[in-house]
């Protein structure tokens, strides 16, 4: 785990700038809100993430295909192990990166929680995942690589 307030935005300006980006990577932000409400952003390159999904090239991928895949691939427990069940609320197309956005209750916040993310992990070796969470003051980083498995924010 890395903890730093500069790692997240860093990496998002090189998802949003990088020309060609020679690895593959996803930023996600999970932000807990007064009240226990949760925020999740995911930001995907489009022309990574649309062959997996069945998206014609060039083309933003369907709404349906890639919440089921995302639903399949990004999971996040409460800390008693619990299912969050999120609601996918869409995505918007800037450049070449694809942000799609949800929102979920998450009983006792994400202290605790526990986060697995596989996205493209199927398609490629080097991809790298990133999950920045913010709850309580604080926030927490968490990597993935293919074959990582749940890892719980402190």
């Not at 790692?7 to 932000?31: D, K, N, R």
């Not at 999971?75 to 995505?91: F, M």
């Not at 942000?99 to 199927?122: C, I, P």
């Amino acid at each position: 785990m890395v903890s730093g307030a500069c790692l997240l935005p860093l990496i998002a300006a090189w998802l949003v700038f990088a020309g060609g980006h020679p690895t593959h990577t996803s930023a996600t932000e999970l932000s807990q809100e007064p009240g226990g409400a949760v925020s999740v952003a995911v930001r995907l390159f489009a022309d990574d993430i649309g062959p997996a999904v069945g998206a014609p090239p060039g083309q933003q991928p369907a709404g349906a295909s890639l919440r089921g895949y995302l639903t399949g691939r990004f999971v996040l427990l409460d800390r008693s192990g619990a299912p969050v069940a999120l609601a996918w609320d869409g995505g918007s197309l800037h450049g070449d990166v694809l942000t799609v956005r949800s929102r979920a209750r998450v009983s006792g916040g994400l202290k605790g929680a526990t986060v697995t993310n596989r996205l493209l992990t199927e398609r490629f070796a080097d991809q790298v995942n990133l999950v920045r969470a913010t709850y309580g003051g604080r926030s927490a980083t968490l990597i993935f690589t293919r074959g990582d498995g749940p890892k719980a924010l402190p």
